[in-house]
C-alpha cells in the first residue's frame, strides 16, 4: 500500500471522526479536503478547484432544485396536509387501521407534491399522533406509520435525492423520475399491506374509526371536500410529473410549472398571503443554500481523494470482494445502510456514492437500476437510530406521554419493510426499467 493510499485511509477515518464530533458536514468535507490535500500534493492540486466548482455549479439542471423545494414549502405553508388527512382519514377511517392506512396514502399525496420529510412527519405528527392515541392505536404503530410515510417523499418523484444521483451518476433527471414511480408505490403498497395484515392478526391495537364521527360528515360534503383539497395537488404532480416523464418539458421547465402550479393550488385554498410568499421564499433560500455549500465543499472532498489514489484503493477492496458483480452491490447495500445510522442521506449520496461508482460503470452495472436501489436504500437513513432524523422530528411534536423506545421500536418493522423493497428491486430490475422503456427514455 502507497503513501498516497494510507492518506486516503486517514482522510476517511477524519471525516467520520469529525462528523461524529459534531462538526457540520460542509465544514468537515472542506477541512479534510484541504488537510489531506495539502498533505498529499501541496497548492498544485486545488489549481483544478475553481473550474471543478464552476462546472459543477453552473449546471442547469441546478435549478430545479430551489423550484420544486419552492413547490413543496409553498404547498405545506398554506396547511394543505391538514385538508389531506382529514378527508382521506373518513374515506379510510371505517377499516381497521383505517386511519393508519390514510396516514400512508396521504404521505404519498404530499411526498409527491412536497417532497420535505421534516415537514411531512412534523404535520403528520402534530395533527394525527393525539388523535390515533385516543382512539386505541398502539403508540409504537402510530409513531412508525408516521415516520415511515414522511420519508415516501424521498423516493416519489419529484425527488430532492433523484436529482442529485442524476448529476451525480450523470443520468438524465427525466429517467430517474420515471424509474422511481413503481418502486415508490411498491414501497407505500408494502406499508398498506403490513398494516391491512396486521390489522386482522391485532384489531384491538388499530380500531376503526367511530361510525357516529363518519356520520356526523354527510357524504356529499366529504366528496365535495375530496375534489377540492385532494384532485388539485393530484392533477398537479401528474402534471409536473407527466411533462418531465412524458419528455414534454424538461425538469427545470416542469419545476417551474410546478412552483407556479403550488402558488395557484394555495389562492384555491384560500391560503395565500404575501406573508405566506415571504416564509416560503426565506425556507427555500435557506435549504437550497445549504445544498449547494455542501455540494460545493464536496469538489473539494472528491477531488483530494481522488489525487490521493482513493479510487484505486477502492477498486482493491472491491477485488478482494467474492462473488462478482452482485457481491459489489449488496457490500455497497450494506455499507449505505449502516451509514444511515450516522449520517443524513445528502451525505452518503456525496460520500460514497461517487467513491464506490467507476467500479459498477467498469463493470456495466446498469446506472438507472443501480440509482433505484440506492434510493431505496437511502430511506432507511431517515428511520435507523440513532440518528434518524424522522425520529427527531417526530419526538420533538410527540405528546409527553409517548417515549422515544416507543418510537424507535414503531419504526422497526417498516425499516424491514424497506430492505424487503431494496431486495424485490434487486431481484426485479423490471420494476425500475419498466417505465423508463416504455417511454423511450
Keep these: ?242 411533462s418531465i416523464i412524458g419528455g414534454v418539458a424538461a425538469p427545470t421547465e416542469a419545476a417551474s410549472m410546478g412552483a407556479l402550479g403550488a402558488i395557484l393550488v394555495t389562492v384555491f385554498a384560500g391560503r395565500f398571503s404575501l406573508a405566506v410568499l415571504r416564509e416560503v421564499v426565506q425556507s427555500v433560500t435557506k435549504i437550497t443554500a445549504m445544498m449547494m455549500f455542501i455540494l460545493i465543499c464536496a469538489q473539494v472532498f472528491g477531488l483530494a481523494f481522488r489525487g490521493l489514489q482513493g479510487e484505486e484503493l477502492i477498486n482493491k477492496m472491491f477485488a478482494w470482494l467474492p462473488g462478482g458483480v452482485n457481491a459489489d452491490i449488496w457490500f455497497l447495500m450494506l455499507l449505505i445502510f449502516v451509514l444511515g445510522f450516522f449520517l443524513e442521506w445528502i451525505e452518503i449520496s456525496y460520500i460514497a456514492v461517487p467513491l464506490f461508482l467507476p467500479v459498477f460503470v467498469a463493470q456495466n452495472v446498469d446506472l438507472v437500476w443501480l440509482a433505484m436501489l440506492i434510493c431505496v436504500n437511502l430511506q432507511t437513513s431517515f428511520l435507523t437510530p440513532p440518528f434518524g432524523w424522522a425520529l427527531f422530528f417526530l419526538k420533538g411534536v410527540a405528546p409527553p406521554e409517548v417515549t422515544t423506545r416507543q418510537i424507535y421500536l414503531g419504526v422497526i418493522p417498516f425499516i424491514a419493510l424497506q430492505v424487503v423493497a431494496v431486495v424485490l428491486v434487486f431481484l426485479y430490475p423490471q420494476l425500475a426499467l419498466w417505465l423508463p422503456k416504455l417511454i423511450g427514455w
Aim: net charge positive; aromatic share 8%; charged share 10%.
Design 1 to 242: 500500500m502507497t503513501g498516497l493510499e494510507l492518506l486516503a485511509i486517514a482522510m476517511l477515518v477524519a471525516f467520520f471522526v469529525l462528523l461524529m464530533a459534531g462538526v457540520p458536514v460542509a465544514i468537515t468535507l472542506a477541512t479534510v479536503g484541504f488537510g489531506f490535500g495539502l498533505a498529499g500534493f501541496g497548492m498544485g492540486l486545488f489549481n483544478l478547484l475553481p473550474s471543478r466548482i464552476y462546472g459543477v455549479v453552473a449546471n442547469y439542471q441546478w435549478l430545479a432544485i430551489p423550484l420544486f423545494v419552492f413547490m413543496g414549502v409553498m404547498l405545506e405553508k398554506s396547511r394543505l396536509a391538514d385538508d389531506l388527512l382529514d378527508v382521506v382519514g373518513h374515506l379510510a377511517g371505517g377499516l381497521r387501521g383505517g386511519m393508519a392506512l390514510g396516514i400512508i396514502g396521504v404521505g404519498v399525496l404530499m411526498g409527491a407534491t412536497t417532497g420535505i420529510v421534516g415537514a411531512t412527519v412534523i404535520t403528520l405528527g402534530l395533527l394525527t399522533l393525539p388523535t390515533l392515541l385516543k382512539r386505541g392505536y398502539s403508540p409504537g404503530l402510530a409513531c412508525g406509520a408516521i415516520c415511515a410515510s414522511g420519508t415516501l417523499g424521498q423516493i416519489i418523484p419529484p425527488s430532492l435525492i433523484l436529482i442529485l444521483l442524476a448529476d451525480i451518476m450523470q443520468l438524465s433527471v427525466g429517467t430517474l423520475f420515471a424509474a422511481a414511480v413503481i418502486p415508490g408505490l411498491l414501497l407505500a403498497g408494502l406499508y398498506c399491506a403490513y398494516i391491512v395484515v396486521l390489522g386482522m392478526i391485532r384489531p384491538e391495537i388499530m380500531p376503526p374509526l367511530p361510525k357516529a364521527e363518519r356520520d356526523a360528515l354527510a357524504r356529499r360534503d366529504l366528496w365535495v371536500r375530496f375534489f377540492k383539497v385532494v384532485v388539485p395537488p393530484v392533477l398537479l404532480v401528474l402534471a409536473v410529473l407527466g
